[in-house]
Nanobody, 132 residues
C-alpha cells in the first residue's frame, strides 16, 4: 500500500518561500510510470494542480504558477519537494501531494480544477497559511 505524507511549515510570511516535502512509503518514486504531483485547495475554492515530478526526475508545472514553482526529488529518501517563491496570502491553501500513472489530464495541466479521481493516491494534506 502506497502512502504519501506532506510535511513542512504551516505558516509562511509574505514574500518568503513555501517549502514542502512529500514522503512516500510502500512504493518507490522512481517506479515507472508514476508521476508525483503537488495540488492545492484554497479555502472555498477547487483543487488546483501545481506541477509534478516524474519517475525519471523530469518536471512539469502549471503555466499559471511556473514562474514561482520548483520541484525536486530525493530518491535516497523516497521524497519529493515543492518550493513556491514570493508567496502572498492568495497562496494560503491546503497542500496535497498525490500520485498518478502519468501526467494528469491535459485539461488539468491547462488549468481546470482537479478531480479527486484524477489521481490514484493522495496524501492527507497540510494547511499552509501565508500571513504576516
Amino acid at each position: 500500500q502506497v502512502q504519501l505524507q506532506e510535511s513542512g511549515p504551516g505558516l509562511v510570511k509574505p514574500s518568503q518561500t513555501l517549502s514542502l516535502t512529500c514522503t512516500v512509503s510502500g512504493g518507490s518514486i522512481t517506479t515507472s510510470p508514476y508521476y508525483w504531483s503537488w495540488i492545492r485547495q484554497p479555502p472555498g475554492k477547487g483543487l488546483e494542480w501545481i506541477g509534478a515530478v516524474s519517475y525519471r526526475g523530469s518536471t512539469n508545472y502549471s503555466p499559471s504558477l511556473k514562474s514561482r514553482t520548483s520541484m525536486s526529488r530525493a530518491t535516497s529518501k523516497n521524497q519529493f519537494t515543492l518550493q513556491l517563491t514570493s508567496v502572498t496570502p492568495e497562496d494560503t491553501a491546503v497542500y496535497y501531494c498525490a500520485r498518478a500513472r502519468g501526467l494528469p489530464p491535459a485539461a488539468v495541466v491547462a488549468g481546470r480544477a482537479v478531480e479527486r479521481a484524477d489521481f490514484g493516491t493522495w496524501g492527507q494534506g497540510t494547511q499552509v497559511t501565508v500571513s504576516s
